[in-house]
């Protein structure tokens, strides 16, 4: 493993089957595994059992519901700790140096906590907590004396993977939880697992105490060592996305008169593809705030500015008469034709909409 930190000499001198044990070692790519019985239709956990396991989001809407999700995990909390069937695992995973460490706290009754503690170097925090989830269901499961597992998890959509027929990355090791699931529900109609989902700004006690364990340890690769599937592929969308923010920021390619928009923490838009991207977000749902909001942002829109530029013929001026050029300017901040909305702050693309919204004809060809 450590052949390159090797001179070009010392390589030269090295027999060969070291060099064959470094190529075949650690190369890890995803292993799909299609005919395996736990992925036929009809003979799935997800067809056969879908009543032994569920997911709990945490509700993001309002404050009272964050509060009632949090009097949730501490009942379950209660709970795990007063039955024996119980068995309650917190999850977390956090990366340092490209060093990924996940660990599980175990709780089950009348018990001491177990924790489970693994680290790996370059692969992502989903496949680090897949994992961690395989090894706690693990645990747990061969106990025989648990009859519900309860998972908390920051991501719940690692946790739902698991359960994802289709091709992934990670469909190798969710056949091997799902047939030690298969077990576990085979044994009684009562055994059941539950996921919750807890995010870490939350706070939540005992993710808290997992979410510290991960953040006290620091680990730093000692050999070199090759990339996960996954983790490659997010090297890659991520130098992908870095070079899309780059020839944004350039301004020759976006146009001088790109409108500049922040978001609600003060932070100009940047393209990015998670969820269609900042500006679809704001306004993909509906195709004419779509187009008037592009017109706006582009300049490129039926305005006195633009004709100024293009047909030096027509009339320019603002029809409130008011302004000698109906800029872009103008119509957001000034003018009196479009005041059904007022708010200084028009460089907040959530402000921006509600502009576009309570004032119909802004930018249209009406
Ligand atoms: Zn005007």
Not at 39 to 48: A, K, S
């Amino acid at each position: 493993m450590s052949l390159n930190t090797l001179s070009k000499r010392q390589h030269g001198l090295l027999k060969s089957y070291i060099v064959d044990i470094d190529n075949r070692f650690n190369e890890v790519f995803p292993a799909f595994d299609l005919l395996n019985p736990e992925l036929q239709p009809g003979n799935r956990v997800i067809d056969t059992f879908s009543n032994h396991f569920s997911f709990h989001s945490f509700s993001r809407c309002s404050d009272s519901s964050f509060k009632s999700c949090l009097q949730q995990l501490d009942t379950l909390a209660i709970e795990s700790s007063s039955l024996s069937f119980n068995a309650l695992i917190i999850i977390d995973a956090s990366v340092k140096n490209n060093v990924t460490l996940f660990i599980a706290h175990i709780h089950v009754f009348n018990k001491p906590v177990v924790k489970t503690l693994h680290h790996a170097v370059n692969i992502t925090s989903s496949e680090a907590e897949f994992f961690a989830i395989r090894c706690s269901i693990n645990q747990v499961v061969l106990s025989h004396e648990t009859s519900r597992i309860i998972i908390v998890i920051d991501s719940i959509h690692v946790a739902k993977k698991m359960f994802d027929p289709s091709s992934h990355s990670l469909q190798k090791q969710s056949t091997l939880i799902l047939s030690e699931l298969r077990e576990f529900f085979n044994w009684s109609d009562m055994n059941t697992i539950k996921f919750w989902e807890c995010p870490s700004k939350s706070n939540w006690y005992l993710h808290k105490a997992v979410n510290s364990d991960t953040k006290s340890f620091n680990l730093a690769p000692l050999l070199p060592n090759k990339f996960f599937w996954d983790f490659s592929k997010k090297l890659e969308s991520d130098n992908i996305i870095n070079s899309w923010k780059m020839s944004f920021q350039a301004s020759d390619l976006k146009e001088r008169n790109f409108l500049e928009l922040v978001n609600s923490d003060n932070i100009t838009l940047e393209p990015t593809y998670c969820k269609g991207g900042p500006w679809l977000q704001a306004f993909g749902h509906s195709n004419s705030l779509c187009t008037r909001a592009t017109r706006a942002i582009t300049n490129h829109a039926p305005i006195g500015e633009y004709r100024l530029k293009f047909f030096l013929k027509e009339d320019f001026s603002c029809p409130c008469g008011l302004y000698s050029i109906e800029s872009r300017q103008h119509i957001l901040h000034k003018c009196k034709r479009f005041n059904k909305y007022w708010n200084p702050r028009r460089d907040s693309i959530a402000y921006f909409i509600q502009f576009l919204e309570c004032n119909l004809l802004a930018f249209s060809f009406v």
